[in-house]
């Protein structure tokens, strides 16, 4: 099981332009990474089945750890066929996960810089925002996992972002939680047409 | 049911003459559209008022709303309907309509090719929203967090109902519904005739004799741009909505 360093960001379209520029001046250029995402928020886990549109694969993808509960992800993944999200879908929900269930699409572009990789992307959820990951192997020892997340710091802060902290993120997806659980009790309860 | 075909791109089936019921967009065809940018002047800088950025918020309209759910996704779905309510905010804006005015022209072009039953000329396609829309005017515009008042839903139902009838088609009882409502009627119509981008012939793109809203030409570029980047986003695997949505904010209108 790798482990996952990870810190986000979200901002508006003019830094992000910025930051696309200083990525596309000094970075590896990736390329773009198009992504569906089925997400399960489960307690303390996130269960994904991304279907990778720009990259004609798919995976399936258990993190041990929900977004905003610490920058490090024990991280399960596997590959599967990309003609089998839907059948991998059906399942999960099928086993009564349907609930915890939200659906996004990510316009997304990855690039490499100074060791830290980091993609750029946009969802309607989030808006324009970045993700700045360093993998580390299985079993990392903690002074590597502190030495990542300082490189990302100063990745980012090289990169004039501001990354978000654990509260921002936790009071973040809470947000997002509780506008999607309007949003479906909302459609459930729509009037009737004539 | 006709639908386009999956090695056929719109650009030649326009061609042939033979575009099916349905349309939806592909590849070779938004390639198409981006060569052909015309020349138009840029965008301009826009701020919105915040009513009316309140309004864009809700502009995706149920797909259980319309009369054919094959349409949704096609050249006349959710990806236009959301086009032409951002170009009938700014087109009303731009006019000079008052928030309540803005919010009735937003509620019409959204509403404006719901009860559409296919892409090809589909008569009285307005006629029929304009109907729907009355009779369901509490759920509508209780969608955009608004109240219906007969006002209101009279002059919203007179510019769906006039969107699909060519001013010089204009009966008498038209000119004087027209006259009653005439700058909502004439936003509505502008800013269902700068999507044109999206269809298939140059011979059918935005054409400055067919509306009367002087600011049109303003917003040329915009809406084109919309189109491009919207429809490459969808092609991508986004939604409908999220590929709208999307195009705002890359033109920073949200």
């Not at chain 1, 696309?20 to 303390?44: M, N, S, T, W």
């Not at chain 1, 269930?101 to 993609?119: P, T």
């Not at chain 2, 019409?108 to 039953?117: C, G, S, T, Y």
Request: net charge negative; proline share 3%; with cysteine.
């Amino acid at each position: 099981m790798a482990v996952e360093i990870e810190m986000r960001a979200r901002f508006d379209k003019e830094v992000h332009d910025r930051l696309v520029a200083r990525l596309e001046e000094g970075g590896e250029d990736l390329g773009q990474d198009d992504k569906h995402i089925h997400f399960y928020v489960l307690p303390d886990q996130l269960l994904k089945v991304t279907d990778n549109t720009a990259a004609g694969t798919a995976k399936i993808t258990l993190k041990g750890s929900r977004i905003g509960q610490g920058a490090a992800f024990e991280e399960t993944e596997f590959a599967i066929a990309p003609a089998d999200v839907a059948a991998a879908v059906k399942v999960f929900n099928a086993l009564g996960f349907d609930t915890a269930m939200h659906e996004a699409f990510n316009l997304r572009h990855n690039f490499r810089f100074s060791g830290v990789e980091i993609a750029v992307k946009w969802s309607e959820a989030w808006g324009y925002h970045a993700e700045f990951e360093v993998l580390l192997d299985d079993g990392a020892p903690d002074a590597a996992r502190t030495e990542a997340a300082a490189r990302i710091a100063d990745v980012a802060a090289e990169l004039g972002v501001a990354l978000m902290t654990e509260q921002e993120l936790a009071d973040f997806t809470a947000a997002f939680e509780a506008t999607e659980k309007e949003r479906k009790e909302r459609e459930q309860q729509a009037a009737p047409l004539r | 049911m006709s639908t386009t075909s999956a090695t056929a791109s719109l650009i030649d089936l326009a061609a042939q003459d033979r575009l099916p019921l349905h349309q939806y967009m592909d590849r070779a065809t938004i390639d198409w559209i981006r060569e052909n940018r015309p020349d138009l002047s840029s965008v301009p800088s826009i701020t919105l008022r915040p009513a009316s950025k309140e309004l864009l918020r809700q502009a995706a309209l149920p797909a259980r709303w319309l009369a054919e759910p094959h349409v949704y996704e096609s050249i006349h779905g959710v990806r236009h309907s959301m086009r032409v309510t951002t170009l009938a905010t700014l087109l009303a804006e731009e006019q000079g309509l008052d928030d309540e005015d803005t919010a009735t022209a937003v509620v019409a072009a959204a509403v404006h090719d719901w009860q559409r039953l296919h892409d090809k000329d589909d008569r009285g396609h307005g006629a029929r929203a304009a109907l729907w829309l009355a009779a369901n005017a509490d759920t509508v515009w209780g969608h955009f967090g608004l109240t219906a008042v007969p006002s209101r839903i009279v002059r919203a139902a007179t510019a769906v109902r006039l969107h699909d009838v060519p001013y010089d088609a204009f009966s008498a009882d038209d000119r004087t519904d027209h006259q009653r409502t005439e700058r909502i009627c004439d936003v509505v119509k502008a800013a269902d005739a700068l999507d044109r981008y999206r269809l298939p012939k140059l011979t059918w793109w935005p054409n400055a004799r067919h509306v009367r809203v002087p600011a049109f030409e303003r917003f040329r570029a915009l809406a084109f741009d919309l189109v491009v980047i919207s429809e490459t986003a969808h092609l991508a695997g986004a939604s409908g909505t999220e590929s709208v949505r999307y195009a705002l904010a890359e033109t920073g209108l949200v």
